[in-house]
């Protein structure tokens, strides 16, 4: 995989992070992360796959109808087996669209098995 290659799916997989949040899809989304994987932040902090899809499922119930919009999507440094990357988290309510939060993400990638997961997402 080159290195535009890398970058592409790497942001991509920001993006398709936090699409499954809004469909709250935990399955999908929990498969995007190492079985070590961690989320730390505002919510709460999770690591490890069961762990993870709790904390998610809880919070996005608590969240009611959203949408979990991407911008700002930065890879900072990127190797052919690590990356770290930053973005910005905005989400809105489906029904008033009213915004409820906007978060800075950082995140932390590791290329295993050939495949990118997340081992780490901060959101502050």
Avoid: C, P
Avoid at 58 to 79: A, F, P, Q, R, Y
Avoid at 84 to 113: E, F, G, P, Y
């Amino acid at each position: 995989m080159g290195n535009s290659e890398n970058l592409l799916t790497i942001m991509q997989m920001i993006t398709q992070a936090d699409q499954l949040a809004s469909q709250k899809d935990a399955d999908s989304y929990i498969a995007l992360f190492s079985d070590d994987g961690k989320i730390e932040g505002t919510q709460g902090s999770a690591t490890g796959q069961e762990e993870l899809k709790s904390m998610v499922q809880n919070v996005w119930k608590n969240e009611g109808h959203t949408l979990h919009l991407t911008t700002s999507v930065i890879v900072n440094d990127w190797t052919d087996t690590t990356a770290t990357a930053s973005s910005i988290l905005l989400i809105v309510d489906s029904d008033s669209l009213k915004n409820l939060s906007v978060a800075q993400i950082s995140h932390t990638l590791k290329r295993i098995n050939g495949k990118w997961l997340f081992t780490k997402r901060i959101i502050s």
